[in-house]
C-alpha cells in the first residue's frame, strides 16, 4: 500500500435534526456517527465557537453562531452517512477562516482529500489513488491512524478530509450583501447563502467527487491515475477516458467543454429520474436565425428560468462608459431595455450587479455573453437580490444575438433533439470544463447546462432541492457510489469501444472482452521507478494502463517491458490465449520505437 499526503482542496464560489445541546464545542473533535468533525480554528471564537447570540432558524435550536454552525454540519454529515451507509471512521477538520472574497464575490468553501492512497487491500483498481475517506471504506479500515489530528493540516495527518469555510462572508468587503443562513429547512432568504447546502457540497468532495490531476497540464499524481479518471471521458479524444490519456490530451480535455462527461452506470441510468429535458435558447428572430439553439449556463442568484421558458426581444445594454456593454454602471439606454431581456457582456464588475442594473433599467431577463472563448456557459456565481431570470451565452453565442437589432428569444425553450439536460447525445451526464480551466472549479463538478441544477455544480444555487436519505442527493450520491462508496469495483459505461486492443493504431485482433480484470504482476521490472501493476473493466484498460510510462521514461523502452509483464501475468491467470498475448506484445514491439524517435 502506497499512502501520500495530497493537500489540494475543491472549492464551491460565489464569483458571482437533531438540535445540539450541551456546552459550546472549542476546538477537538465531535462525534457523529461515524464521522468525527475535529474542529481545528485558528482563532475558535470567531468560528464554530463563536458565542454571538443567534435566534433558533428553521429548524436548527443552536442559540449562538458557533452552535449553529456545528449543527448544520452534524446534520450534513447525518445525512451523508445515512445516504451513503458509511462504515468507518470519517475524520473531517473543519474551520472557518478568512477566503477569497471581494465585495461581489468569493469562495463560501474548499474541501478535499488530505491524504490519497494506491495498492492497498480492498475492492478497488490498482495503480489508483483513491481519497482517504473512501480508501478506508474500501479497505475496511483506518488507513490513515485513529488519533484526530491536533490542528489544521498538522502532523501526523491522520484526518481523512480538509473543509475551510469563508469566517468573512457578510463582512464588508467581503460579498457584503450576503451572509450565511444557518437554517436546515432549505428555505433561506434571497440574498444569504444556505450553509447547510455548502456543507452538502463540500464534504461530497471531501467523500470523493474530486480528482487528483494537475488540471493545466493533465500530470496524474506522482504519475498514478485516480479514481476519478476511470469514469471520465472526453467525446472527442477517441472517446479516450482520462487514465488512458498522456499529460498533453488531459490538459486539453480539461477545457474541452461538452465533450467531458461521466461515464459511470450508476450516474447515467439515474440521470433520467433526476434531469429533465434539455433547455435551451430558442432564436425566433429574424427569420434568417429563427430556430438557431444556444446552450445557456445558470446563475446561483435570482429566480429560475420560467417553466413555460422567457420570450423577448433581446437589446444589448449600454451604460455609456467606455464599451459601454458590460452594464457596470447604470444603464443609460433605459427606454430600449424596458420590458425586453438584456444582453451584457461579461466585464470587470460583478455578474450581480450587471443583473441589478439591468433590472433597475426595467428589463425582464439578462443574458450576460462571455467575453473569453469556449465551448461552455459559465455559470454565474454571485450573491444578492436580484428579481429577474439571469444566464449565460458562450462568446459565439454572444456575437450570434447581437447581429440582428430585431432579434427574439425564448429563453428555456426545450431542445429541438428531445435530450436530457446535462447530457451528452449517449445519455452521459456533463462535467464543467470551460476554457480556460478555472482552478477549484474544473472538472471535479457538474456541468452548469443541468435542469435542476444539481448540489455539485461550481455555484451553490438558490433551487437545490434538500437531501433525502430514502432518495439521496441528486445524482452526487450515485457518483460516489460509481467511485466504489458500495464497495464494489463499477466498470464505466461504454469504457472503451474498440472492438479488439487497439495500440497506437496496430490492431492486435484479440477482442476487447469485457470484466473486471485486477493484474499484478509477479516481478519488478522497473527499479527505482514504478511497480507495474494494471487493472481495468477491459483487456484494453489492462493494455492502456502502461500509457503512463511513456510520460515517465520519454520513451517506448519501459512502456514494452510493461506490456510484456503485464500480457504474461494476463496469460497465466487464464485472462488471455498464448497467441494473444503474442499478438499485444507484437504490436507493443512494433510501436515502441515510433515512441523514442
Request: net charge negative.
Amino acid at each position: 500500500m502506497t499512502k501520500n499526503t495530497f493537500l489540494t482542496s475543491a472549492a464551491v464560489t460565489l464569483v458571482s435534526l437533531l438540535p445540539f445541546s450541551g456546552a459550546m464545542a472549542q476546538n477537538g473533535p465531535v462525534e457523529v456517527g461515524n464521522f468525527t468533525i475535529n474542529i481545528v480554528d485558528p482563532i475558535p471564537s470567531l468560528g464554530f465557537s463563536d458565542t454571538t447570540p443567534a435566534a433558533p432558524v428553521g429548524g436548527n435550536a443552536g442559540t449562538t453562531v458557533g452552535e449553529q454552525r456545528l449543527n448544520a454540519y452534524k446534520k450534513a454529515v447525518e445525512l451523508w452517512e445515512e445516504i451513503l451507509g458509511v462504515d468507518v471512521r470519517v475524520v473531517l477538520q473543519a474551520t472557518f477562516v478568512p477566503l477569497s472574497c471581494t465585495a461581489t464575490g468569493g469562495v463560501l468553501g474548499a474541501a478535499g482529500a488530505i491524504n490519497v492512497f494506491r495498492d492497498f487491500d480492498g475492492p478497488s483498481f490498482p495503480r489508483t489513488w483513491y481519497g482517504g475517506a473512501l480508501a478506508n471504506e474500501l479497505a475496511g479500515e483506518d488507513l490513515n491512524g485513529t488519533e484526530p489530528d491536533p490542528g489544521f493540516l498538522t502532523d501526523p495527518f491522520n484526518d481523512e478530509i480538509v473543509s475551510l469555510f469563508n469566517s468573512e462572508l457578510g463582512k464588508p468587503g467581503c460579498l457584503e450583501n450576503s451572509g450565511w443562513y444557518y437554517g436546515l429547512d432549505n428555505n433561506n432568504p434571497p440574498g444569504t447563502i444556505d450553509f447547510l447546502a455548502v456543507l452538502l457540497h463540500e464534504v461530497g468532495h471531501g467523500l470523493g467527487f474530486q480528482n487528483f490531476a494537475d488540471d493545466a497540464t493533465g500530470e496524474n499524481f506522482l504519475g498514478f491515475p485516480d479514481q476519478w479518471s476511470r469514469f471520465q471521458r472526453d467525446n472527442v479524444l477517441a472517446g479516450k477516458h482520462w487514465d488512458q490519456m498522456i499529460d498533453i490530451e488531459r490538459g486539453f480535455s480539461a477545457a474541452n467543454g461538452p465533450n467531458l462527461v461521466w461515464t459511470g452506470p450508476r450516474v447515467t441510468a439515474e440521470a433520467p429520474n433526476v434531469l429533465g429535458p434539455s433547455r435551451v435558447i430558442l432564436v425566433n428572430a429574424p427569420a434568417g436565425l429563427a430556430g438557431t439553439e444556444l446552450p445557456y449556463g445558470t446563475a446561483g442568484f435570482g429566480p429560475a428560468v420560467p417553466a413555460a421558458g422567457l420570450t423577448g426581444d433581446v437589446v444589448l445594454a449600454n451604460d455609456g462608459v467606455n464599451a459601454g456593454s458590460d452594464a457596470c454602471e447604470p444603464i443609460v439606454n433605459v427606454a430600449d431595455i424596458a420590458g425586453n431581456i438584456a444582453l451584457i457582456d461579461r466585464g470587470t464588475c460583478a455578474f450581480v450587479l450587471k443583473a441589478q442594473n439591468a433590472e433597475a433599467a426595467g428589463a425582464v431577463g439578462v443574458i450576460i455573453a462571455n467575453n473569453q472563448p469556449g465551448d461552455t456557459p459559465i455559470g454565474l456565481g454571485g450573491s444578492g437580490v436580484v428579481n429577474i431570470p439571469t444566464v449565460s451565452v458562450t462568446l459565439g453565442g454572444g456575437a450570434l444575438l447581437r447581429e440582428s437589432a430585431d432579434t427574439n428569444v425564448t429563453v428555456g425553450a426545450p431542445a429541438g433533439d428531445g435530450s436530457l439536460s446535462g447530457t451528452d447525445g449517449n445519455g452521459l451526464v456533463k462535467l464543467y470544463a470551460p476554457f480556460p480551466v478555472q482552478p477549484g472549479s474544473s472538472v471535479a463538478h457538474f456541468d452548469v447546462s443541468a435542469t435542476p441544477n444539481l448540489l455539485m455544480e461550481p455555484s451553490i444555487n438558490s433551487d437545490l432541492a434538500p437531501a433525502n436519505p430514502a432518495i439521496g442527493v441528486d445524482l452526487t450520491d450515485e457518483l460516489l457510489l460509481d467511485i466504489g462508496w458500495d464497495g464494489t469495483i463499477s466498470c464505466p459505461v461504454d469504457a472503451n469501444r474498440s472492438p479488439t486492443v487497439n495500440i497506437f493504431g496496430c490492431d492486435t485482433g484479440v477482442p476487447n472482452r469485457q470484466g473486471t480484470y485486477t493484474v499484478i504482476p509477479s516481478k519488478t521490472w522497473a527499479p527505482g521507478q514504478f511497480g507495474a501493476v494494471a487493472g481495468g473493466c477491459y483487456i484494453a484498460d489492462v493494455v492502456d494502463s502502461c500509457l503512463p510510462l511513456i510520460d515517465i521514461n520519454g520513451g517506448g523502452g519501459q512502456y514494452e517491458s510493461c506490456i510484456a509483464q503485464v500480457t504474461s501475468d494476463l496469460k497465466q491467470q487464464g485472462l488471455l490465449s498464448k497467441n494473444e498475448a503474442g499478438a499485444i506484445r507484437s504490436c507493443a514491439t512494433f510501436v515502441a520505437p515510433l515512441l523514442n524517435p
